[in-house]
């Protein structure tokens, strides 16, 4: 059974880029037709998509954060990656890392990590 | 703002059938998966695709779609139900990018 596992400071300062990684244990995160995705909560508030990667390497991420996110893959270690620069206290979450399904018309996520809080402050 | 509009709060008595929706124009052609979280706890997908549980949902969930509106119906709801549900799709630009609804907070009265 796969599982996935967020690690990375739980403290960012403003302004610095916030990195955090995904461990992907129970099989190969290059097996099957998945991608990998980053997804974020405020305290208190609703799920936030951030962006997907394949692990052919190409990516999606959402508008409203391309300019600051990089999402990559390294299948040797069977991790994948969050990169979020220039962070300000409105990027301070609970951010979690999801395997991603998409079948037609279908797309889901299952499963999911247990989530890290990262709060940027001074 | 969000492309998934979802009500934010529906209370249900325990043991009644309550229905959670969830509208956007990508609803049209995409389907939406549904997550049940809890309480300082990650989502757990309960519903995909045009009606599809995970093992180890109970069967009490169930989804539905029509037109720009997708639905997760708990038939039957328990205690154990209360929690924030939320709904994910596509974006409706045709760039298949993520997309989730606001959420909405089940009571069980």
């Known amino acids: 059974q796969v599982q996935l596992q967020e690690s990375g400071p739980g403290l960012v300062k403003p302004s610095q880029t916030l990195s955090l990684t995904c461990t992907v244990s129970g099989g190969s995160i290059s097996s099957g037709s998945y991608y990998w995705s980053w997804i974020r909560q405020p305290a208190g508030k609703g799920l936030e998509w951030i962006g997907r990667?394949?692990?052919?390497?190409?990516?999606n991420y959402n508008p409203s954060l391309k300019s600051r996110v990089t999402i990559s893959v390294d299948t040797s270690k069977n991790q994948f990656s969050l990169k979020l620069s220039s962070v300000t206290a409105a990027d301070t979450a609970v951010y979690y890392c999801a395997r991603g399904s998409i079948v037609g018309a279908t797309s889901w996520f299952d499963p999911w990590g247990q989530g890290t809080l990262v709060t940027v402050s001074s | 703002s969000s492309e998934l509009t979802q009500d934010p709060a529906v209370s249900v008595a325990l043991g009644q059938t309550v229905r959670i929706t969830c509208q956007g124009d990508?609803?049209?052609?995409?389907?939406a998966s549904w997550y049940q979280q809890k309480p300082g706890q990650a989502p757990v997908l309960v519903i995909y695709?045009?009606?599809n549980r995970p093992s180890g949902i109970p069967d009490r969930f169930s989804g539905s779609s029509s037109g720009n509106t997708a639905s997760l119906t708990i038939t039957g709801a328990q205690a154990e139900d209360e929690a924030d549900y939320y709904c994910?799709?596509?974006?409706?630009?045709?760039?298949?990018?993520?997309?989730f609804g606001g959420g909405t907070k089940l009571t069980v009265l």
């Open positions: 990667i394949y692990t052919s390497g190409s990516t």
């Open positions: 695709g045009k009606n």
């Open positions: 990508s609803l049209r052609s995409y389907y």
């Open positions: 994910n799709s596509r974006d409706s630009s045709g760039n298949h990018l993520g997309v």
